[in-house]
């Protein structure tokens, strides 16, 4: 079984910074991608906001590059979210997701992030 916890998360002004951590545990492929959306209100659909494959390959949306920086390690299977510069528009509810080949998509719980203008 496949499990993501995240960490991190919470409230900020305008212009601050936080950082989000995850962590996966169980059968994890040696070959994946790990990443980050987010679901900026109910009923939305939940957003790319960066991943990063093992290989290195990263990808980004337009509204977060230049202030957001995904990183990892292969060898604890973590991956982070440095948010900086960050704006009203950021709140929302970020999920950590895990795909592998053939296994499919795994998803954290979820964590809340409140930037405050």
């Known amino acids: 079984q496949v499990q993501l916890v995240e960490s991190g998360g919470g409230s900020a002004q305008a212009g601050g910074s936080l950082r989000l951590s995850c962590v996966a545990s169980g059968d994890i492929a040696s070959i994946n991608v790990m990443g980050w959306y987010r679901r900026q209100a109910p009923g939305n659909q939940r957003e790319l906001v960066a991943d990063m494959s093992t290989g290195g390959t990263t990808d980004y949306s337009d509204a977060v590059k230049g202030r957001f920086s995904i990183s990892r390690d292969n060898a604890k299977n973590t991956v982070s979210l440095q948010m900086n510069s960050l704006k009203p528009e950021d709140t929302a509810v970020y999920y950590c997701?895990?795909?592998?080949?053939?296994?499919?998509?795994?998803w954290g719980q979820g964590t809340q992030v409140t930037v405050s203008s």
């Open positions: 997701k895990l795909f592998m080949p053939i296994k499919g998509d795994y």
